[in-house]
Structures are given as structure tokens and as C-alpha cells.
């Protein structure tokens, strides 16, 4: 499947030579990308770095419903809904990210909306409505964006207000009794002053059940909205004043068990990957909101300030059953809590040969939690010494809290040292401080644990309790070089360096592993990148291609195992060690005929583990062979055949056709198993017609056709509650929705 893609790509290219220039020239040609990948606006193809752009028209056209299908056409790019969540976000590229969504660890892809930064992955499931463009930022970001762009970063754009009255509803009825309603308006209320705002309802029935209770699985219930005001006292100063909230109330999701339970013999695996056997309650609640406020200020037509204040909260109670069986046993219930303040002031100077992006940042957090890992009931007689007859559950109750101050400078200076050739120098210098507190103890409760609100009855054991505080820091330069041969063809070369910070375990157990207190060091990678940006044929033809090369080093990886006969969650944040990721990126978009359009992309990660040092009872020992990357297949690809049509007195009618390829993912990286994705495509396929006066579209949308089965993750536990419990979590079955907007 890759090699005949990237075929197929590859005579796109050399066909459009023959073909496309005998088209006429009064024929559109693509459209021209405007991007803010390097925090001002610029032409996608005049950008020495790699972007996937997709505007709102885009996004709309193939029916995108959330940001997690954007994976299907940025090359080497995951974006997923967690294991056992429904709005928490997996993101990794380039081999670079952050699976484990626990509070306290960094995310390896920086998730921006409007360019506030979302620290945490929880609700980072973002639905698509009143957008303007995503963009995937792909490599190293650490002079303009910061710490945690290490792989890359992500930015939701939302629209800018026009001063224009304006008015959109739009409506979605489609598989599983989909219904969403979005309605997104502004207004002016004076020749300075506007305000806008929108406001979202997404549910949708199960993709499957609870068999235990009838619930549905895979459902989706979310309330989402913005708003914002927007003042233009003179042509020099603009403010924006913003703020938006979600609240996802869909059930928490069951796994599918992978293999026949032990201990329940006769409880059978699901025929259906969306049905469950889990017991344990639905409840589900995800809540996060902020706040924000934009200045610019244009002190000259060369010097512009612009400061971006923001503030964000969430609150998130959650469960998950790790055995996925009737019985009340391995039970994980679980809250977290966190809040940011950011503060970031720019200085910015443009010249016709030189552009200078420079500020200082300021960032505020605290990230807390608690879950409790019910193994069961038990008979605790007399725990109380008082002769009274109580039933409590055996739980392990692990909690923690980590405060966070970050702080930067950073610069970032293009010149211009010829019309052909321009010359890039950025560093970042960043200084990050960590208090955290963590505590596990071995317990009898009844129900939960008190910091989930239930009642502690007896304490057997502590094995965790400990504060400290460390501060880490890190200088991030970026130096790339690119030379204009004309004005359809510029290439590039980069050097760029990233990390993510380094923390403490939330989850470390002290007495397992004493050295868990001591937490664990940032990773770094340094990236080489060569890159070329072409359009050809009138501009018809739009190539862009990157190759790269990363020293991976310190890298974080979670491992988790059961102990103690599955009585005993043993979590280690570690640096496993060294690695080396190489690869290649190519998307092509081509206009073949006047209605007739081509997108396509390929990514091929070559990601290896050099040095993991184990210790043995012989000695350290080099298990990197062993060791695979997580979420990075060898290879994806998209591709997509856009018709585009206009009917007299009737309208336009755009007709596309896609499909886009995974290869085989690890899902642990120190381990194989069951968990494990083999490769797998999708086909979707959309129908949208927009009527003549351009208030009515109507689309018809088709998702997974094939309705190919495919895990996004899962858990692989061996020796828990005295047998092997690996679960797996699935991508969407097929699907249909029609969606009318209607705006004026």
C-alpha cells in the first residue's frame, strides 16, 4: 500500500507536466496558504519549516469532525482519542509524543488554540466548528513555541470577527442517531466594536453497549461554546477579549477484553469490539474553560507589540476498569484537576529585509489528582476494634499534585541577505521549576478512598509520600538557511532542537522504586532537517517534501506492570536512553483540470532505540532491540480525488474520494503485544453542494466504508488479578451524517 501510493503520487507529478500546461491559463490555480507558523502570517510556501494547513473550507468539505481525523492527511502524524477516554488527546510526530495522560506529565506535541497553549490533554479532543484553520507543525518548535513542542505543535485557529453581521446554523443527523447542532453569529455594535460567539451540542448514540447494564459504549454527549469581543479604537491597536468552554458528559468507555478471562470462564468475549463486560458505573465527566485576553499594537508601520494574557481551568472525573470482566474487581475511578495562568509579551519588527519575533513568557500551573484501584470486597471484621461487621474494598489510592513555573526568552531573526537568500537565527532560553507532592497507600475503603469522596476504613501500608522540587534548564536555538532558486521553487536546510521537561511520577512507587522520588530529566532532540517547497505549471502544482534526522536523547517512557500476584500497580517514569529517528516527508497538491483536484501525502519514520540500559543481576545490559517506538508507524499516507462542479441556477457540487493508510504500531514500547495495531486503511468519500447565493450547503458524508477494525490503544497487564487482562480501545466503525449550514 505505501509503495503504490508513493507511485501513485510520483506520476501525479510527472503527468501534470504533460497534462496541466496545455490547460488554459484562465483556469484557477491553487490557492495561495496563509499560515502563522513562525507567529506572523506568511505564505505556506515561503516557511522553511513543515506544515499541514487546512482551512475551514477544507475541513468542511470532507466532513472533519474533530481534530483527532486530522492523522489521516499530516504525514507522520498521530492524533487519537486516549485509551479508555473520549476527549482526551494522544498526539505524537515524528515518533515524538506523550501517551500517557496522567496530570503532572508533559504532552511532546504542543496543542495552541488561538495561540494560548493547553498544557493538559484532557477535552484536547477538539470538536471543529467556527474555525478558521488548523495547522500541524511538524519538528522541533522550541524557539517560537517552547518546552513540549518537541515533536511538533498544533494550532486551532478560531475565526477573527469581521465587523459584519453575520449569522451560521449548522446541523448534523447521521449513524448511531448522530445529532449536532452548532449555531455561530456576530454582530457590530459600533464602528470599534464587535462581538461574536458560537455555541455547539455534539451527541451520538453508542457504537456499542454495557452488557452488563444495557449502557451505551462509544457515545458522545458534549456541550461546546466561545465568545468574544473584539474592540479597533484607531487603524494601530486591536484587542480581544475571549473565552469558551466544554463540558463532555459521555459515559466512560469500556475496553474489549483481547483474552478469555480465568477467572470468569463463562463469560464469553464480545462478538463486537464496542461492547464490554465491564461493572463498573459510566459516570463520566470532563469540564475545561478559560479565559483570555489579545492586544496589538502597531507602534509603527515596521514595530508591532502584542500581549496575550490567558487563564485556563479543568476538572475531570473518570472511570476505567482494567479487567473488563462482571467482576467488581480492578476497578480504577479517578479525578484530576488543574489550572494555568499565561502570560506572553511580543516585540515584533518587520522590515523589506528583516523580521524579528521576539518576547518573554510566562507560565503558572497546577496539575492534581487522585484514583483509587478497587481489587475487590473483602470481609474487614472489626476494623475499627468496636466488633462491628463492615465490607470494604481493597484499594491502592495514589494522589499527588505538581506546581509548575516555566518561564522564557526567545528571538527569532530572518534577514533577508539577497533576494534569493535569507538566513534564519532563533534561540530560546527556558527555565522550568517543579514542586510536587506525591502519596500511595495500601488501604481498606468503603466504596472509594476519601479523596475521591468516599471513606478510608483502615490503612495497611504506605508506600509512597514524598515532596520535593526540582528546576531544569534548557537553551533551544533554531539556525536554517533558504535559498529562492525562483519563484516557484525554494529550498531549505534547518537545525532545530526541542525538549520536553522533565517531573515526577504521580504514580511512583517508593518502595518498588526508591529512586522515584528523585524524579526523572528532560529529553531532548536535535533535528536536521532539508526541505524543498515547489509550484509548478501556473501554479497548479504545489510539491513540498522534507527530509529529516533527529538525535533523540533521555527519553521518557512510562512502564507499567502489576506485582505483588496483581495486587500492586508498579509505575516507572524512566529515561530509557538514546534514539535516532529518521524520515521523509512528501504532500503534493495538483489542480489537474479546471474541476478536477489531487491532495496527497506520504510519511515514512525510521524511529530506533539506540541505548536502553537495564540493570541486571550480570550487569546493565542493552535491551534496545527490544524496544519499539510507540504510535509511529513506518509509514502513512493520504489520498484524495476532489470533482468540484457548477450546475446553471442550481449551484456548485464538490465530490471527493479518500483513503489513507497506517502501518503496524506498537503500542508499548518495551513490550509486544496483543495491543499491538496492524496495518489498516480507510476509505471516506463526501458529496457537498453549495447553493448558487452561496447561504445553503448541504453535505453527505461517509466515514470508514469499509468499516475497517483498528485499535488507537489499549492496556496489556500481566499477572493482574491473577491473570493477564490486555484490553483494547477502537477507531470509529463506518459511518454516514448529512450536515446543512445555513448562513446569512
Not at 449569522?167 to 449555531?183: A, C, E, I, N, P
Not at 444495557?214 to 474592540?231: L, Q, T
Not at 533527529?550 to 516507572?572: C, H, I, K, P
Amino acid at each position: 500500500m505505501p509503495a503504490s501510493l508513493v507511485m501513485s503520487l510520483l506520476a501525479v507529478s510527472i503527468t501534470s507536466s504533460f497534462s496541466v500546461t496545455a490547460v488554459a491559463q484562465s483556469q484557477v490555480a491553487l490557492e495561495e496558504v496563509v499560515v502563522t507558523a513562525q507567529r506572523r502570517e506568511q505564505s505556506l510556501q515561503d516557511i522553511p519549516v513543515a506544515v499541514t494547513a487546512l482551512s475551514a473550507d477544507a475541513l468542511a468539505d470532507r466532513g472533519v469532525a474533530d481534530i483527532t481525523e486530522i492523522q489521516r492527511i499530516a504525514p507522520n502524524t498521530t492524533l487519537q482519542v486516549s485509551r479508555g477516554t473520549n476527549s482526551t488527546l494522544t498526539a505524537y510526530i515524528r515518533g515524538v509524543g506523550q501517551a500517557d495522560p496522567l496530570w503532572g506529565f508533559e504532552p511532546g506535541v504542543g496543542l495552541y488554540v488561538d495561540d494560548v497553549y493547553l498544557a493538559r490533554p484532557q477535552a484536547g479532543v477538539l470538536d471543529v466548528y467556527d474555525v478558521e484553520r488548523v495547522e500541524v507543525l511538524r519538528g522541533p518548535q522550541g524557539t517560537l513555541y517552547g518546552k513540549n513542542t518537541i515533536g511538533g505543535a498544533l494550532k486551532y485557529v478560531t475565526k477573527r470577527l469581521s465587523g459584519e453581521q453575520e449569522l451560521s446554523v449548522t446541523t448534523s443527523v447521521g449513524s448511531y442517531r448522530q445529532l449536532d447542532v452548532s449555531v455561530a453569529g456576530q454582530m457590530p455594535l459600533s464602528d470599534t466594536v464587535a462581538v461574536g460567539g458560537a455555541i455547539a451540542r455534539f451527541t451520538r448514540d453508542g457504537f456499542g453497549e454495557f452488557i452488563l447494564n444495557d449502557d451505551e459504549n462509544y457515545n458522545k454527549d458534549i456541550v461546546s461554546g466561545r465568545f468574544s469581543i473584539e474592540f479597533t479604537p484607531n487603524d494601530a491597536l486591536w484587542i480581544r477579549i475571549a473565552a469558551d468552554s466544554t463540558e463532555d458528559d459521555s459515559n466512560a468507555k469500556g475496553g474489549h477484553r483481547l483474552t478469555q478471562s480465568l477467572r470468569v470462564p463463562d463469560e464469553g468475549i464480545p462478538s463486537s469490539v464496542y461492547d464490554s463486560n465491564a461493572d463498573m458505573s459510566t459516570f463520566n465527566s470532563v469540564e475545561s474553560s478559560g479565559v483570555s485576553l489579545t492586544a496589538e499594537w502597531d507602534v509603527t508601520d515596521s514595530v508591532t507589540l502584542k500581549s496575550i494574557t490567558a487563564y485556563r481551568e479543568g476538572e475531570t472525573f473518570t472511570n476505567i476498569d482494567f479487567d473488563n470482566t462482571s467482576l467488581p474487581s480492578v476497578h480504577v475511578p479517578a479525578i484530576y484537576e488543574d489550572d494555568q495562568t499565561t502570560q506572553e509579551f511580543q516585540l515584533n519588527y518587520t522590515s523589506d529585509r528583516l523580521a524579528i519575533v521576539s518576547g518573554v513568557y510566562l507560565y503558572e500551573g497546577t496539575a492534581s489528582g487522585a484514583f483509587d484501584v478497587l481489587l475487590g470486597a473483602f470481609d474487614s471484621t472489626d476494623v475499627f476494634g468496636d466488633g462491628s461487621n463492615v465490607i470494604g474494598n481493597f484499594n491502592a489510592v495514589t494522589s499527588g499534585t505538581v506546581d509548575t513555573t516555566s518561564y522564557a526568552l526567545y528571538a527569532h531573526t530572518t534577514y533577508d541577505v539577497s533576494e534569493a537568500l535569507a538566513l534564519t537565527l532563533g534561540a530560546r532560553y527556558t527555565v522550568d521549576e517543579k514542586d510536587a507532592s506525591v502519596f500511595r497507600s495500601s488501604l481498606f475503603v468503603e466504596g472509594l478512598s476519601s479523596r475521591l469522596g468516599g471513606r478510608d476504613l483502615s490503612t495497611l501500608s504506605v508506600s509512597t509520600d514524598y515532596s520535593n522540587d526540582e528546576q531544569w534548564s534548557e537553551f533551544s536555538p533554531r539556525v536554517s538557511v533558504d535559498y529562492r532558486f525562483n519563484e516557484m521553487l525554494m529550498a531549505y536546510g534547518a537545525f532545530s532542537r526541542g525538549f520536553k521537561s522533565g517531573g515526577f511520577d504521580m504514580r511512583g512507587n517508593a518502595t518498588l522504586n526508591p529512586e522515584t522520588v528523585n524524579g526523572y530529566d528532560p529529553e531532548t532532540v536535535d533535528s536536521i532537517e532539508l526541505g524543498m517547497k515547489t509550484e509548478l505549471w501556473d501554479s497548479r502544482l504545489r510539491i513540498n517534501a522534507a527530509l529529516y534526522s533527529m538525535d533523540y536523547d533521555d527519553v521518557q517512557v512510562t512502564v507499567q506492570n502489576s506485582a505483588d500476584g496483581g495486587t500492586t500497580f508498579a509505575s516507572a517514569v524512566v529515561n530509557a536512553g538514546k534514539a535516532e529517528v529518521d524520515g521523509a516527508e512528501l504532500e503534493i497538491s495538483a489542480q489537474l483540470t479546471e474541476g478536477l483536484s489531487l491532495t496527497g501525502s506520504v510519511g515514512y519514520t525510521n524511529a530506533e532505540f539506540t541505548e536502553v540500559i537495564t540493570d541486571t543481576e550480570s550487569g546493565p545490559v542493552n535491551v534496545a532491540d527490544e524496544w519499539e517506538f510507540a504510535f509511529t508507524p513506518e509509514w502513512t499516507s493520504f489520498l484524495a480525488v476532489n470533482y468540484f462542479h457548477t450546475v446553471a441556477n442550481i449551484g456548485s457540487i464538490n465530490w471527493s474520494v479518500s483513503t489513507s493508510y497506517r502501518d503496524e504500531t506498537r503500542i508499548f514500547p518495551n513490550n509486544a503485544s496483543l495491543v499491538d495495531e496492524k496495518g489498516y486503511s480507510l476509505w471516506d468519500a463526501s458529496i457537498v453542494w453549495t447553493s448558487t447565493d452561496e447561504n445553503w450547503t448541504v453535505g453527505l458524508h461517509g466515514k470508514n466504508l469499509t468499516d475497517e477494525e483498528y485499535r488507537v490503544g489499549g492496556y496489556n497487564f500481566l499477572g493482574l488479578g491473577a491473570e493477564d487482562s490486555i484490553i483494547g480501545y477502537y477507531g470509529n466503525p463506518r459511518t454516514y451524517s448529512l450536515t446543512a449550514n445555513y448562513r446569512f
